[in-house]
């Protein structure tokens, strides 16, 4: 199957600084990628959808200004908590997918960010 | 949002088969009926899709109901190393997921 890639696969970081997270379509391009979170022993939460070259949605409840999302490439989008706090420390998936109508979405193995 | 509702837990014993359901009373016409896995501090890993008929691939069976307002997946042989969380996501027009709380199965040896 198709393989999605997540850098960092984790990452501790103070309170107060910004931290990017990759999330790459190795072997397709991905003209669609979602973001999730899931914090322990809890089900994953959608955060957004992100389509190369536009604005990413955003579920609500989810502050766009603190969850900065670019899919500037068919193969790479990008999330970045800006100024994290201790309760942004979580497990952090992305998913992408070859087009709105493919069936599957193919998962990253996720980055665990921690916020100290 | 469509949802879905999964036992918390379940059991099985090893190389036996395990049936795990989900209801989804709200699915509109055109929402497919995805089943995907989770293991621990990992992503999720796709098992099988379905819209109305039943569907079988190399790794389970779905069999979804007449109405489509359940569905159960089939793992004909359980083996420790399908122990996980199972994920049962209805799939909109918007190929978004919406994940419900998920059912962990345990295979005991």
């Known amino acids: 199957g198709a393989v999605v890639s997540q850098h960092p696969s984790r990452v501790i970081c103070k309170s107060g600084t910004s931290v990017k997270i990759e999330c790459r379509s190795l072997d397709f391009q991905a003209t669609t990628m979602f973001w999730y979170r899931q914090f322990p022993k809890k089900s994953l939460m959608l955060m957004a959808t992100?389509?190369?070259?536009?604005?990413?949605?955003?579920e609500q409840g989810v502050e766009k200004d603190k969850f900065l999302i670019n899919h500037a490439s068919l193969t790479l989008s990008t999330l970045t908590v800006t100024s994290a706090h201790p309760e942004d420390s979580s497990f952090y998936i992305c998913?992408?997918?070859?087009?709105?109508?493919?069936?599957?979405?193919?998962f990253g193995p996720g980055t665990r960010l921690t916020v100290l | 949002d469509a949802k879905t509702t999964q036992p918390n837990s379940m059991e099985s014993n090893e190389e036996e088969p395990v049936h795990l359901p989900c209801n989804h009373s709200t699915i509109s016409g055109t929402d497919y009926i995805h089943w995907y896995r989770q293991l621990p501090s990992q992503g999720p890993e796709y098992v099988i899709h379905?819209?109305?008929s039943n569907v079988n691939n190399r790794m389970a069976s779905l069999a979804i109901a007449e109405d489509r307002k359940s569905s159960t997946l089939i793992l004909h042989r359980a083996t420790l190393r399908d122990a996980a969380v199972y994920y049962c996501?209805?799939?909109?027009?918007?190929?978004?997921?919406?994940f419900g709380t998920g059912t962990s199965l345990t295979v005991i040896p």
């Open positions: 998913s992408a997918t070859p087009g709105l109508t493919y069936n599957e979405q193919f």
């Open positions: 992100s389509n190369e070259g536009s604005k990413a949605t955003y």
């Open positions: 996501i209805l799939r909109d027009t918007g190929n978004q997921f919406y």
């Open positions: 379905g819209l109305t």
